[in-house]
């Protein structure tokens, strides 16, 4: 991800940007922006001279340094009999080679092209086994051999607060675990961090945690300014602990500060990289958008932002929504501009080309973009994967661990359902390990679960074997669990928060996964609190009762609040009871042998009316 060939990890580090009065406008310490200036681009028709740009744009990677099996690592594309089709993607060997071969496409059709790489946010956090036991500093060393040149945060990035996240950007050993690498100093990111919209509570909106802009001056002297933020949501979709002491702005007031900061300093082309997105009619990765007009077809958040920022702005790279789209809308100017999202996970990736003219601005006419699968027969880069496998070795013993057994698939995060097979045998497992707390039942909320379980994933076991590995990226997180008691009415009212208050509007319902214990039915067709039919809530198979007490287990995400669920806040008599990777190893463990494998649940829980 990068503007020239991957290449060698630079641990050097680059010096934080200033903030407020003191922004600098510093050329990116790049290979691209090292190299003699390349011969001026031919003219375009009523441009003047026109300097081709490349923009290769990720989002979502949360660290998959590997392709992810099953339904989660999978893209929809038209087949050759023009009927959608699926398709197993990812792996960040294998994206880096792809992006290679974007650039020499783009260099050969002009010698002039400048090329950058960037991303929108989430590259970091819910991450793998090979990534996480190393507190990702894995996926930033094969992030700089792939050659990204600049990022904005996401909401992941801040999965364990705001510390953890500048120890990421600036470097050092982490203050728990130490060195990843016994005698061996991590030194920080060799890309910059953006975060235009997050500040210290204590500190102005004006001094952001990390640069809230980056520039790139290119070769001819024409520079690109980045603006990067997160979704302001961002408090309800981490650990509320983990942000209490931040503040997130309004994405669109954030934007258009800084818009017109860079405007005053002369850059004229702005690209702003924000983690907040949307969705698109279509099943394909590559589904036209803009088939009925322009933003036909997309929906949530991001249409709003894009259509009320700021007219500096020329596109949007997005992310969050893990939807891959490339779509057309309008600014207040009414000029349209790009909004595109790639996939998540490294499955696919965005390929944007751009002309500026001899003012520096970007020629919207000239805006290309398209979304590219980064399919399984594509032969893994060198360098990232020696990266990739220097690491995997350092943590192959514990990953290798069976834990379990399957008879079949159980789709998790990739399934098409609302209620998963592979959320009935986490919220199961959580009861069974919860029960000394006097668990009833037990919630699990959608991201709670990173990826499905699938038969054929195993390794050197066996086919139908869980290694620890494939159980730690299931549920990453390793959060705590908490066990609290509500009464029947807060129950329900927990069940309604799924399709109410913040969550009436989401592009996805939150519907949480649910333990053998609870039963109710639903009605998509209606609108918010509504769509959960009244007198069908059933736990252990009686109607629940307003005025009983039940206890149910969630993740500490959840009891704090998260996605949106401000009634688990209420909870009385909490017991911290374990955590929520270790319930789901030991249920395995307990439930499953290579004689008795854990069958596919019917994931009947929920009736959908």
């Not at 949360?62 to 099953?70: C, Q, R």
């Not at 931040?246 to 017109?260: N, P, Q, W």
């Not at 709670?448 to 066996?462: I, N, T, W, Y």
Request: one cysteine or more; hydrophobic letters at 35%.
């Amino acid at each position: 991800m990068h503007g020239a060939s991957p290449r060698p990890r630079s641990r050097r580090g680059l010096a934080a940007l200033g903030i407020g009065a003191a922004f600098a406008l510093v050329p990116a310490l790049t290979p691209a922006a090292a190299s003699p200036a390349a011969p001026a681009a031919s003219a375009a028709p009523g441009d003047g001279r026109a300097t081709p740009v490349q923009l290769l744009a990720v989002n979502d990677l949360h660290g998959n340094l590997d392709a992810v099996e099953g339904p989660a690592g999978s893209v929809t594309r038209t087949g050759s009999d023009g009927k959608p089709e699926t398709v197993q993607a990812g792996g960040v060997p294998r994206l880096a080679t792809l992006l290679d071969r974007s650039r020499a496409d783009a260099r050969a059709k002009s010698r002039a092209t400048q090329s950058l790489t960037v991303a929108a946010g989430d590259m970091i956090g819910g991450s793998p086994l090979l990534s996480a036991a190393f507190h990702d500093e894995p996926t930033v060393e094969a992030l700089e051999t792939m050659g990204l040149d600049v990022s904005s945060v996401g909401n992941h990035e801040f999965d364990e607060g705001p510390d953890e996240l500048l120890r990421m950007r600036r470097g050092g050993c982490h203050p728990k675990d130490g060195c990843a690498v016994e005698g061996k100093r991590y030194d920080g990111t060799s890309f910059p961090y953006l975060a235009a919209n997050v500040h210290r509570k204590k500190d102005p909106a004006d001094k952001p945690l990390l640069p809230p802009y980056w520039v790139k001056k290119l070769p001819n002297g024409e520079r690109i300014g980045f603006i990067g933020l997160t979704t302001k949501d961002t408090p309800s979709a981490v650990s509320r602990s983990m942000t209490e002491d931040l503040s997130f702005e309004d994405e669109v007031r954030t934007i258009d500060r800084y818009a017109e900061a860079l405007d005053r300093r002369g850059v004229k082309a702005v690209v702003t990289l924000l983690h907040e997105g949307g969705d698109r009619a279509g099943k394909e990765y590559d589904a036209d958008c803009d088939a009925k007009g322009p933003a036909s077809e997309l929906t949530g958040r991001i249409k709003g932002i894009a259509s009320k920022a700021s007219p500096k702005v020329d596109l949007f790279v997005s992310g969050h929504s893990h939807e891959p789209y490339v779509c057309t809308v309008k600014d207040p100017a009414g000029q349209p501009r790009k909004v595109t999202q790639a996939a998540s996970f490294g499955r696919t990736y965005t390929d944007l080309r751009l002309s500026l003219d001899r003012e520096g601005e970007v020629v919207r006419r000239s805006v290309s973009a398209r979304n590219h699968v980064v399919t399984r027969d594509t032969p893994a880069h060198p360098a990232v994967s020696r990266v990739v496998e220097k690491w995997r070795d350092r943590s192959a013993k514990l990953a290798n661990e069976p834990v379990g057994h399957v008879a079949a698939d159980i789709p998790g995060r990739g399934s098409d359902a609302l209620e998963t097979p592979l959320g009935d045998v986490l919220t199961d497992g959580q009861v069974e390990a919860t029960r000394g707390a006097g668990a009833d039942l037990a919630l699990l909320n959608w991201g709670g679960m990173r990826a499905d379980l699938v038969h054929k994933a195993s390794g050197q076991e066996g086919d139908g074997v869980v290694t620890y590995g494939e159980a730690f990226q299931v549920q990453p997180f390793d959060n705590p669990l908490v066990t609290m008691t509500l009464t029947g009415e807060q129950l329900v009212q927990v069940l309604r928060e799924q399709f109410s208050g913040e969550n009436e509007n989401s592009t996805y319902p939150q519907v949480l996964q649910l333990s053998d214990a609870l039963r109710y039915e639903a009605d998509l067709s209606r609108k918010g609190a509504a769509r959960l039919l009244d007198g069908t809530v059933r736990v252990k198979g009686k109607p629940v009762d307003p005025n009983g007490k039940y206890r149910v287990t969630v993740n500490d995400f959840l009891a704090q609040g998260g996605n949106g669920f401000p009634t688990l806040r209420e909870g009385t008599e909490r017991v911290n009871s374990g955590r929520d990777l270790g319930a789901f190893v030991d249920y395995l463990k307990k439930n499953t042998s290579p004689t008795r494998p854990l069958a596919r649940p019917e994931a009947n829980r929920i009736t959908f009316r």
